[in-house]
């Protein structure tokens, strides 16, 4: 028999070693993250504080299903309209919770959606405007118990 071929507990240990490395992911995002991916939605744009407003219980006794709705001050108009709008947190495995695209056809710039919150953390709605500025609104959410926590 050859060395070359490797046993069954060889080949065993190699593909139990390859998946555990599939499936190990950071179990929560950072807030260097979190700026990243919102510098990545705003693409270059300097994002300020104001038009958004972020709708959502500043205590929530599960993170399961916390309803949140996203509403931003804008005519929508041709000439001034919401094109975007997208949720960020610190603290789940993904920064990116939502994107909605918009269009000056919507008639209301407001998005409702739920999402699964991992633990107590910030969130911040961006939207993004037809003339390429950017505006937010930030929340801090108490989770009393969490969702989407990832253990080993």
Do not use: Y
Not at 131 to 144: K, L, P
């Amino acid at each position: 028999m050859s060395n070359s071929i490797p046993t069954r507990r060889q080949a065993l240990a190699a593909g139990l070693g390859l998946s555990a490395a599939v499936l190990v992911r950071p179990a929560a995002a950072t807030q260097d993250e979190m700026t990243q991916a919102m510098s990545a939605f705003a693409a270059g744009a300097r994002i300020q504080v104001g038009r958004v407003f972020l709708d959502v219980a500043r205590l929530v006794d599960n993170g399961n299903a916390v309803p949140a709705t996203v509403s931003v001050e804008s005519p929508m108009s041709p000439t001034d309209h919401v094109t975007a709008i997208a949720i960020f947190n610190e603290r789940n495995p993904q920064t990116e919770v939502a994107s909605f695209q918009l269009g000056p056809r919507g008639g209301l710039a407001k998005v409702s959606t739920r999402i699964r919150l991992a633990t107590t953390q910030k969130l911040v709605a961006v939207a993004r405007m037809n003339d390429g500025s950017c505006w937010s609104h930030t929340i801090e959410v108490f989770v009393t118990l969490a969702a989407c926590i990832e253990t080993d």
